[in-house]
Every structure is written in C-alpha cells, then in structure tokens.
C-alpha cells in the first residue's frame, strides 16, 4: 500500500508493507543518491533492527549510526550537542542523508536534528511503533521538549520519504501497542465514523492486526488529508490534537514518566469530552463511548490530577492563539470540530 502527501516541493510518498524494512535499499534509492547515510534510533529499537537496515543500506552507501537511550527522557533540548557532533564526526554534509528510525519520540528528535542541522539535511523516516506509523512520522512536525513543556522547541520539516512495516510491531511492548491505539481511536472520533466502529467490532489487537495495514493506511490517509488542507497547524489540523491539550499537560506532570503519550491523549478525550457534554457543547453519553472502546484496547480513561495541576502547562499549550486555547471537540463521534475557549473551561471540572 502506498500514498502520496501532495505538498507541492514537500511533497513525499509513504509505503505501508509487511517486511518493507529488509528492502529499504530499493526505496530509498528512488529519492537518494548520495554517500553517507546517519541512522538515529535509540538503544532498544536498533538491538532488533539496526543491523538488518544497517546490512541492506551498506551495499550502497556508508552507514554509520547514533543512538539515545529509549523514553521521552531522550527528546531533550540538550541532547542534540551531542548529536551534533555525531554527525560531525561522521562529517555528513547537506547532500547526505538521515534516518529516523524508531518510535514518535525518535522520530521527532532525528527530524528536529535533521531539520537544524546545517540548516536542514534530507531525512526519511522509517517508524517503528504504532503511534508513529498511524501519527507522528507523517505530517513533518519535528520537536523537542523543554522542562516547562513538552514540544515547544520544533519545526515544521517533512521527511523525503516514510517506510512503515507493521512486522516491526511484532517487538513491541504490549503497552506500546496501547499507546499507539490511543491516536488510532483518535483518528475514528474527529474524522470516520466507520473506522471507529470498526475499532469497536475486533474482540481485541491481536484480532485488529490481521487488518493492521489497512488501520495504519486509513490512519495515514486521513492525516495525509489534513496536513494538505493545513500544513502548518493553524485550521483544520488542530482537529488532529483531539486530547491533546488535557493529554500533553498530563505527560508533563508526571515528567513523562507515569503516562505514555497515547495514555495520556486517551484520558484527554474522555476527560475532555465529559466537559464538553455537561456544557452543552458535544452530545451526552458521547464520553461513555470513547471510554468504552479506550478501555477494550487497555488505555486509562480518567487520572488522580486535580486540573489545578495542569493550569501551567496548558497555558503554555502551542494550540493557544490570539490568547484563545483551541480545543477539539466532538459533533459525533466522527465529527469534530475546534471551540475557541480559555482555560476557564477546563477549570470548571475538579478532577480529570
């Protein structure tokens, strides 16, 4: 399965494909010619596939490869000297290449170096866990984080290429499937109704991965659409952080230690969506559906945080503009839309 994101010159195609990995060299010739070639993963990731890339790609370029711990401890501002000089010393220059190879926070750490280093080197992403497959690794929103939030140090670079093979997920931590179905529930509740009741029919994983590239496609395509439509996040494609802001804010609290990111957008959407019902503003029972499916496919749904907790890390949420925090919330489930608010909103519920 392939697609296109049609983005004029930023435009790049995305393969989907079972066993894609030990035939990386092939595509990556299509949009490379060049010499070096710099793998960034991180410790975990690369035991199970770095050789093997490593292996295919050194038939035709020199390979060298950097990794970091694995965890969002690793998506650090001040961890990119240290990369820097990796690259460095491999002396990889703006005609070479990077890859990203790895989940969302690798994915966003390697495209924020590929992105700033010598004001932007080539990169193609190669996600190796579901969040990244269905999300992060499409869309060329690169980041870091700071200790006062999460992502706010980023740019907006897209890869030349994503290679998504679902045989990677064979190796992932049942928890990080999990995680990784939390931005796939997203996608059913803001855009397709059909994809969400899909989600609901399968009795579990095991039984949805029997369709998995398809899922992933769908995921993808609907993103595909809405990066088009906006590529730099200030219309439709704030429909894409459903959960996001009660989500991000949570993360950071925990100092990214207690809830992965795909737990923490789950509780947002639950949690945010009871707020929207009891003001009105999204059908009741709504929240009592999303909570259901989230809890089918093991994702909290609730947190012991009073949202006095959170107050600072929302105020400092990207999605505010013009002093206005844009929150997503649901027509339907299918059917989204973004709420102009401030934080008074939110404030309204004691517990989230």
């Known amino acids: 399965m392939d697609l296109t994101v049609a983005l004029k010159d930023n435009s790049y195609p995305i393969y989907i494909e079972k066993g894609i990995l030990s035939q990386a060299d092939k595509y990556i010739k299509q949009i490379y010619q060049g010499n070096k070639i710099m793998i960034i993963s991180d410790d975990q990731v690369y035991s199970y596939y770095g050789d093997l890339l490593t292996n295919v790609l050194n038939k035709d370029f020199i390979v060298e490869h950097v990794t970091v711990l694995h965890g969002e401890q690793s998506k650090r501002f001040d961890i990119l000297p240290s990369l820097y000089k990796a690259l460095l010393d491999f002396k990889l220059t703006r005609t070479d290449l990077i890859i990203a190879l ?48 999460k992502n706010l140090i980023g740019a907006f670079y897209h890869p030349k290429m994503v290679l998504i093979d679902p045989n990677t997920l064979k190796t992932l931590p049942k928890r990080f499937i999990n995680d990784g179905m939390g931005e796939v529930i997203k996608y059913g509740c803001i855009k397709d109704r059909a994809l969400f009741d899909k989600l609901n029919n399968y009795q579990n994983f095991d039984e949805l991965y029997q369709d998995i590239d398809e899922i992933i496609y769908r995921c993808v395509d609907i993103k595909r659409d809405v990066v088009e439509r906006d590529q730099f996040d200030f219309g439709d494609r704030l429909l894409l952080n459903f959960g996001h802001t009660l989500g991000h804010a949570i993360e950071q609290y925990y100092h990214y230690q207690t809830y992965s990111h795909g737990e923490a957008v789950a509780i947002g959407m639950v949690q945010l969506t009871k707020i929207a019902e009891e003001k009105g503003l999204s059908p009741e029972g709504t929240s009592d559906i999303i909570e259901a499916i989230c809890l089918k496919y093991n994702l909290p749904t609730h947190s012991d945080l009073k949202t006095s907790d959170l107050v600072g890390a929302i105020s400092l949420d990207k999605k505010n503009i013009n002093k206005k925090l844009s929150l997503v919330l649901l027509k339907e489930i299918g059917n989204s839309y973004v709420y102009q608010s401030d934080l008074s909103l939110i404030q309204t519920k004691d517990r989230v």
């Open 102 to 149: 790895g989940g969302g926070v690798i994915g966003d750490l390697a495209g924020f170096v590929a992105a700033s280093y010598l004001r932007g080197v080539k990169l193609v992403q190669i996600p190796t866990s579901l969040l990244a497959q269905v999300d992060s690794s499409v869309g060329g929103k690169v980041a870091v984080d700071l200790p006062e939030g």
